[in-house]
Nanobody, 124 residues
Framework: QVQLVESGGGSVQAGDSLRLSCAAS????????MGWFRQAPGKEREFVAA????????YYADSVKGRFTIARDNAKKTVSLQMNNLKPEDTAVYHC?????????????????WGQGTQVTVSS
C-alpha cells in the first residue's frame, strides 16, 4: 500500500520560512517524479515544484522561483520543500504527489499517488 505523508506545515508571519517534508512508503521511490502542489480555499490546485526521478532536475512555478527549494533523498524516501520569504498568497494546503517515471511535472492528473496535505498559513 502506497502512502505519502506530509508534515511541517504551520502558521507563520510573512517573511518567515517553513520546511515541508513528505515521507513515502510502499513504492520504488527512486522511480517516481515527485511534486508539490497546493490548493487555497476557493481556488484550483496549482503546481508548486517538482523533482525528476532520473536526473534530479528541479522545476518551479514562477510564483515560488527563488524562494522555494525542492529536494529528495532516495535512501530515506523523502521529498522536502524549503519555503523561504513566505507571503500571504502562499497560504494553502500543500500536497506531495508521486508520478511513476513521470515527465509532465505540471500535470496533476498524471500523478499516481497523493498525500493528504499539510496546511500552511502565512499572515501579513
Amino acid at each position: 500500500q502506497v502512502q505519502l505523508v506530509e508534515s511541517g506545515g504551520g502558521s507563520v508571519q510573512a517573511g518567515d520560512s517553513l520546511r515541508l517534508s513528505c515521507a513515502a512508503s510502499g513504492l520504488t521511490f527512486a522511480m517516481y517524479l515527485m511534486g508539490w502542489f497546493r490548493q487555497a480555499p476557493g481556488k484550483e490546485r496549482e503546481f508548486v515544484a517538482a523533482i525528476n526521478w532520473s536526473d534530479d532536475n528541479t522545476y518551479y512555478a514562477d510564483s515560488v522561483k527563488g524562494r522555494f527549494t525542492i529536494a529528495r533523498d532516495n535512501a530515506k524516501k523523502t521529498v522536502s520543500l524549503q519555503m523561504n520569504n513566505l507571503k500571504p498568497e502562499d497560504t494553502a494546503v500543500y500536497h506531495c504527489a508521486a508520478d511513476f517515471r513521470g515527465r509532465r511535472y505540471r500535470e496533476s492528473d498524471d500523478y499516481n499517488y497523493w498525500g493528504q496535505g499539510t496546511q500552511v498559513t502565512v499572515s501579513s
